[in-house]
C-alpha cells in the first residue's frame, strides 16, 4: 500500500486552519475544499493525522469518486472500487449517506444500493454469500453533491473532539477542535500567558496546554482504524512512539483558566490530570470584574456566554460592556473573543481588528481579534537586543 488519499473534514470556516496543520504533517499536496481538505499520504499519514490534528472533525479514507446520474452507476462504479483490499470478511460495514443537489435524492436508497454492491465486490474476494459483519468497524459514506459521488471509510470513529480526557461531566459549550483553532488563529507563543476569563470546564486552557507543550491530541484515545488489519499495528506504534518523544514538557507554561463557578472548576483541574496537564495549566475560582496581570503582554482567548435564551440578552449585552472596561485596562494584550451577538463590537466598546466568521455547533460566530504590541526585544546586559548582537555575529 503506497499512495493513498485521505479527506480531513472541518467546520465550516476553519478548513484554511485544518490545511495548514496537514502540511505542518508534511503532506503538502492538499487541496481544499467547504468542510474538508483532501490530501494524499500512506498509511503511516492516516495514523499520524488522526493522532495530530488538532481541528479537524474526523479522516475519511478516500475510496472513490465518479458521477452518477442513475442508480445503476451508482452501483458499477461503487461495486469497481477495492473494497476487500480495506474490508475483512468478518468486518462490520454500515453504510450511512447524504445528498445535496442531485438527481439521486433518495438517501435510503443510495446508502442500500452502495450496501449491496460493496458486499458483491467482496462475493468475489472471499468467496462467501453472507457476511456476518462481527468484526472491527468500516463505516462506509455515500456523498452525493450535484451528482458527484464520494465514497469513504471513516478511519477515526468517534469524532476528533474526543480527545479523551473528557471522562466526567457534561458536553463543553465549546468543542475540543473550535477552541483549538482559536488558539492557533490567535498565533499564540508558548512563551506567552494566555488567559481564558470564561473557562467553565477548562478547554481552550486545555487545549493551549496541548499546543504550548506540542503534545499530540488524539494520544489518550483510540480509532476504528487501530483494529484495521490492512494497517500494521507496528505503524500505529511507531506514529504513538514519534507523538510521545515531540512532546516539550521542559517547556514552563503561564496558560490560566478562570471561572465564577467553582464546581465546574473542579471539572477543568479533573480534566487537566486526564490530559497529563496537571501543573502546567492551572485554574481558579474569580469574576471576570477581578481580572488582572502581572505579565506586560499576553493573550485572552475567550468564549464568554451569548445570550440565546430567552431573556438572557440583557444581562449578557451589560457582560460584554464590562469586558471592554476591564479588558481596556490590559493595554498590552492581545483578546481573542467568540460570540454569536451581532452588536458586539458596540457593546465592547470598540472595533476588532479582525473577525472571522466561524460555527460553534450551529451557531454563527464571529471571532473578534483586537492585536495588542509586540513586547520588546530583551536586552542583555550591555543594553543590546539578541537581534543586534546577532548583527554583530554575537549569537
Not at 451577538?341 to 473578534?368: M, P, S, V, W
Request: hydrophobic share 40%; aromatic share 10%.
Amino acid at each position: 500500500m503506497n499512495s493513498i488519499e485521505l479527506i480531513a473534514t472541518s467546520t465550516f470556516g476553519l478548513e484554511a486552519v485544518v490545511a495548514q496543520e496537514v502540511k505542518a504533517l508534511g503532506y503538502t499536496e492538499a487541496a481544499v475544499e467547504n468542510g474538508k481538505v483532501t490530501f494524499a499520504a500512506d498509511a503511516e499519514g492516516l495514523c499520524r493525522a488522526n493522532l495530530w490534528l488538532r481541528s479537524a472533525d474526523r479522516v475519511l479514507l478516500k475510496m472513490g469518486q465518479f458521477k452518477a446520474l442513475t442508480f445503476e452507476e451508482l452501483f458499477q462504479q461503487t461495486k469497481a472500487l477495492p473494497w476487500p483490499d480495506w474490508i475483512p470478511a468478518d468486518a462490520s460495514f454500515p453504510v450511512e449517506g447524504k445528498s445535496i443537489n442531485s438527481k439521486l435524492f433518495s438517501v435510503p436508497d443510495c446508502q442500500a444500493i452502495v450496501k449491496k454492491a460493496i458486499v458483491e465486490k467482496m462475493k468475489t474476494r472471499h468467496n462467501k454469500s453472507w457476511f456476518e459483519e462481527t468484526g472491527p468497524r468500516y463505516r462506509v459514506e455515500v456523498a452525493l453533491l450535484k451528482d458527484t459521488a464520494t465514497l469513504t471509510i471513516d478511519t477515526s470513529g468517534a469524532g476528533l473532539h474526543k480527545r479523551g480526557y473528557r471522562s466526567l461531566g457534561s458536553e463543553a459549550p465549546l468543542k475540543e477542535t473550535l477552541a483549538a483553532a482559536m488558539v492557533m488563529l490567535s498565533r499564540w507563543r508558548p512563551d506567552r500567558a494566555l488567559i481564558d476569563p470564561f473557562c467553565g470546564s477548562g478547554t481552550i486552557p486545555l487545549e493551549a496546554g496541548l499546543i504550548g507543550l506540542n503534545m499530540a491530541p488524539g494520544l489518550r484515545r483510540e480509532f476504528d482504524s487501530q483494529k484495521w488489519t490492512a494497517i500494521p499495528q507496528a505503524l500505529w506504534r511507531r506514529a504513538r512512539e514519534e507523538a510521545l518523544d515531540l512532546a516539550r514538557r521542559d517547556i514552563k507554561l503561564n496558560v490560566h483558566g478562570f471561572d465564577i463557578d467553582g464546581g465546574v472548576l473542579s471539572l477543568a483541574r479533573h480534566h487537566a490530570r486526564q490530559a497529563g496537564l496537571e501543573g502546567s495549566v492551572t485554574f481558579q475560582e474569580m469574576p471576570v470584574s477581578a481580572l488582572k496581570s502581572r505579565y506586560s503582554h499576553g493573550y485572552i482567548i475567550c468564549n464568554p456566554p451569548y445570550g440565546v435564551r430567552l431573556g438572557e440578552t440583557s444581562q449578557v449585552e451589560r457582560l460584554y460592556q464590562d469586558m471592554g472596561r476591564i479588558f481596556g485596562g490590559l493595554e498590552t494584550w492581545s483578546f481573542y473573543i467568540l460570540s454569536s451577538h451581532t452588536e458586539f463590537e458596540r457593546l465592547f466598546g470598540r472595533r476588532a481588528d479582525k473577525k472571522r466568521k466561524l460555527y460553534n455547533g450551529r451557531i454563527q460566530c464571529n471571532y473578534y481579534q483586537y492585536f495588542g504590541p509586540r513586547p520588546p526585544r530583551p536586552r542583555q546586559e550591555d543594553g543590546r537586543t539578541a537581534k543586534d548582537k546577532s548583527a554583530d555575529g554575537d549569537v
